[in-house]
């Protein structure tokens, strides 16, 4: 079992004496690593002021602390990156949102026709997610650890089975979505999908230690390492092959990085106010999913919107308020937990503190 170990507080607002007790943010690292996690850093802001907290370890051998500054594999975040360069295009008439995807990819999906882009943002086209074929956890994961996935192989998985439903009806969230937006954003700009994020989101913002790494296997520079369990033994399972998830969720960043991402979309700096209502607007307060973004009203009243992330090893959590007064980014680097629940918690806890 992993056991408590310490943490620590990198931030001129406050002393490193203050008891948890003291400091909710504080208390919400502390309790993340009680509940499973090795290690975490949360990055948090309020009206201006940001700071950094880490706790646990980096790597389970070394006990050596979290780096506030270090890299990790923010998964299913990436859809909100994927989703900003499609609206963009929609906002330049080169992509129309309630197009159909059989317009751009013929012949890519049966269902084409039916299926629009913003059906493939909300996760409301039906199409079948390919990882519920694909698993990742245990050793399952080791057998295609290092392997390379192209988004066509991937796509085929789910066009192989039916619909899950008519597309349009329900809500279902779908990995296969985002790797046929990847391809759509190739199919329209002649670039691929990551070269089109680094071009109008990372270099326009300054996000020097985002990566997309395609079949890089290893995250480059200072990290903490992530782990999952495997036969009742923590593995470690930092170094793995991201095509498996591509535009789905296969980028890696920083806390600060993802900070300046969620502040300038919520400043109207990556796309048009009208445009940002779409993404920031389910189609019902159930699904609390608009075109790309999670969005969540804290037990404050404070409402945030943003996107979580899992990929082997790692957990992301980066979300801000409307007016971007508020925000909080974090990494989890998994162990033996915590569950999905924890992630939303994080999330109020910071923002209403």
């Not at 080791?142 to 192209?150: G, L, M």
């Not at 691929?192 to 480059?220: F, N, S, Y």
């Not at 400043?267 to 999913?289: D, F, H, I, K, N």
Request: net charge neutral.
């Amino acid at each position: 079992m992993i056991t408590a170990v310490p943490f620590v507080l990198t931030a001129a607002l406050l002393s490193p004496a203050a008891p948890a007790a003291a400091d909710p943010v504080r208390a919400v690292a502390q309790e993340t690593v009680s509940a499973g996690a090795t290690g975490v850093q949360i990055r948090t802001v309020h009206n201006g002021r940001s700071r950094t907290v880490t706790a646990g370890v980096s790597e389970l051998d070394s006990r050596r602390p979290v780096s506030p500054t270090g890299r990790f594999r923010i998964g299913s975040t990436t859809k909100s990156f994927v989703a900003t360069v499609v609206l963009q295009l929609a906002a330049e008439h080169r992509i129309g949102l309630d197009t159909s995807v059989e317009e751009y990819l013929p012949g890519l999906l049966p269902h084409g026709n039916e299926i629009t882009v913003r059906m493939l943002l909300q996760h409301t086209s039906g199409l079948y997610n390919y990882l519920r074929t694909i698993s990742l956890t245990g050793t399952e994961l080791e057998k295609i650890r290092y392997q390379h996935h192209s988004p066509e192989s991937l796509v085929a998985i789910a066009t192989a089975r039916p619909l899950d439903f008519p597309p349009g009806s329900e809500f279902s969230y779908s990995n296969t979505n985002y790797l046929v937006l990847g391809m759509l954003i190739e199919r329209t700009t002649g670039h691929a999908w990551g070269d089109e994020a680094v071009k109008r989101i990372l270099r326009p913002l300054g996000m020097h230690q985002t990566v997309i790494p395609g079949d890089r296997t290893r995250i480059p520079g200072p990290h903490a390492h992530g782990y999952q369990e495997m036969n009742e033994q923590l593995v470690d399972v930092t170094e793995l092959n991201p095509s498996i998830a591509g535009a789905s969720g296969e980028m890696i960043s920083t806390t600060a990085d993802l900070d300046k991402f969620v502040h300038a979309l919520a400043l109207g700096r990556l796309v048009p106010p009208a445009l940002l209502g779409q993404m920031t607007t389910p189609r019902s307060a159930a699904e609390e999913y608009g075109l790309g973004l999670q969005t969540r009203t804290t037990p404050c009243g404070i409402p945030v919107f943003g996107h979580t992330g899992g990929i082997p090893g790692y957990g992301t959590i980066a979300f801000t308020s409307a007016d971007g007064k508020h925000r909080v980014e974090a990494s989890l680097t998994l162990g033996r937990g915590p569950s999905n629940d924890a992630f939303y918690s994080l999330i109020d806890k910071v923002i209403c503190a």
